[in-house]
């Protein structure tokens, strides 16, 4: 999956590099910063102190789009408390600090168009939502919010959308053994009608090589989200 994700860079880059002399391309970049003050009061024992905090979320994103078919897409990020640690775990915080806090929270190529119309795919590192997203969300209340790596095909006519995904969650690199954690899943999109299924496999081959009578974990999820509003 790393070379997966140093790909989808290295192609993400390029486009952005001819945009120049490519007519037909467009450029967007767009930022937000968040700042927000928590006062935490979680715990029941009298004797627990409340915590106040200032957090903040800075995100900057830069888009081309080809032919309005095909879209690079990659964002940074940067989190942090005020006042919070520099890399060595001391309390410090602003000048010389290196606090290691910037990632790359997305950086996907999005195809709306292969092949033929309907059909499109988006590959990389991005945001996945799903249905009400109480099974797969953003978690944009977070200040560092979820990404995934991974790989998801669709397909959308009038009627209905479906969407195909394979998620990576954890991967080991291992040389003897696949010791990877995947996540696979379909869901169907009928918009009209407010209904929304779904079905998730989880498959953790991290299990086989602990012992022989120990299989890989498998879980599967199966889910419906239906809302309508009737006169």
């Not at 001819?18 to 930022?31: F, Q």
């Not at 990659?74 to 990632?103: E, P, W």
């Not at 498959?203 to 974990?217: E, L, Q, V």
């Amino acid at each position: 999956m790393k070379t997966l994700i140093r790909n989808t860079l290295l192609i993400a880059a390029g486009l952005l590099m001819v945009v120049s002399a490519t007519a037909e391309t467009t450029v967007k970049v767009n930022g937000q910063v968040r700042f927000r003050t928590e006062l935490d009061n979680r715990a029941f024992d009298t004797t627990y102190t409340s915590k106040l905090s200032t957090a903040m979320r800075t995100r900057v994103g830069v888009s081309a789009k080809v032919d309005e078919n095909a879209t690079a897409f990659i964002q940074f990020q940067d989190t942090r408390t005020f006042g919070g640690n520099d890399q060595f775990d001391n309390a410090q915080s602003g000048t010389l600090n290196d606090g290691k806090n910037v990632d790359i929270h997305q950086a996907y190529i999005k195809i709306d168009r292969a092949w033929f119309d309907g059909l499109g795919m988006k590959v990389g590192r991005f945001e996945f939502n799903l249905g009400n997203q109480r099974t797969f969300g953003a978690v944009c209340w977070s200040n560092v919010g979820r990404s995934w790596e991974g790989f998801q095909p669709s397909y959308t006519t009038d009627n209905f959308a479906a969407n195909a995904f394979w998620l990576k969650k954890v991967e080991m690199n291992n040389d003897t053994y696949n010791a990877d954690f995947d996540i696979f899943g379909l869901n169907f999109d009928f918009d009209k009608v407010g209904l929304e299924l779904f079905g998730v496999l989880e498959k953790n081959a991290d299990t086989t090589n602990h012992a022989t009578d120990i299989s890989a974990m498998d879980r599967m999820n199966f889910g419906l989200y239906y809302q309508r509003t009737y006169n």
